[in-house]
């Protein structure tokens, strides 16, 4: 079945310090949507893209995926202390309604 | 508050117990999304309905755990005969159009069997 990988597992970094995750398919996506979910919350879309090579940004963030829409980053800049939690990208595959979420990366950010 | 609602926030209960969670969508979506989520893991699909319809259901799913969504708005998950394998963070979501778009997830049930 499908399968989304995420790497790392676990960040720390220093506030100010750059950030990135990666996201890889076993199988070829429909989308990529990312989350993210604060220690005790719950996860909270971020961004979905669809297109081949597509670019995203929302202000210190920058989505890509990849050509054979395999793969995904995100990359945060300059990091902050409200960055920290676990993002989590997620995928669906074909019309499957079923979104399919990576294990996630757990970001700290030592001020 | 608009946002997706779940109850009870948390349900401790003892092996071999049945258990039931409620999840109130947002009211114009008719997508519904059941996720479970443990310590550490991504959130796990379980099923899906649009409307009343469960449309798709994982097949890791155990007969032990049935959900519902009869009248096309609140949804409900019921697990029999509860295992200590149970225990995890049942999410729901609901997003609005067909066709791929975002989920909008719920605060989630946090179920510990004993």
């Known amino acids: 079945g499908q399968q989304v990988m995420q790497i790392p597992q676990y960040q720390h970094v220093q506030e100010g310090e750059d950030f990135t995750t990666y996201c890889n398919s076993s199988?070829?996506?429909?989308?990529i949507q990312w989350y993210k979910q604060r220690p005790g919350g719950h996860p909270v879309f971020l961004i979905q893209?669809?297109?081949?090579?597509e670019v995203k940004k929302q202000k210190r963030l920058t989505f890509q995926f990849g050509e054979a829409k395999k793969n995904s980053s995100l990359h945060i800049t300059a990091t902050q202390t409200t960055d920290v939690g676990t993002y989590f990208c997620?995928?669906?595959?074909?019309?499957?309604?079923?979104?399919?979420f990576g294990k996630g990366t757990k970001l700290t950010v030592n001020p | 508050d608009t946002g997706v609602s779940q109850n009870p926030r948390h349900k401790i209960t003892k092996r071999g117990q049945n258990v039931t969670f409620r999840c109130d969508p947002i009211s114009e979506h008719n997508r519904l999304y059941w996720y479970r989520q443990t310590l550490g893991q991504g959130p796990e699909f379980l099923t899906y309905?649009?409307?009343?319809?469960?449309?798709?259901k994982s097949r890791l799913l155990s007969d032990r755990f049935s959900a519902e969504r009869p009248k096309g708005s609140f949804s409900t998950l019921e697990i029999q005969r509860t295992e200590q394998g149970d225990s995890a963070m049942y999410l729901c979501a609901s997003s609005l159009q067909a066709g791929i778009t975002e989920a909008f997830f719920g605060q989630g049930t946090r179920l510990t069997v004993v």
């Open positions: 997620a995928g669906h595959q074909g019309g499957s309604e079923k979104l399919v």
């Open positions: 199988t070829t996506l429909s989308n």
């Open positions: 309905f649009q409307n009343e319809a469960q449309l798709e």
């Open positions: 893209l669809v297109k081949s090579g």
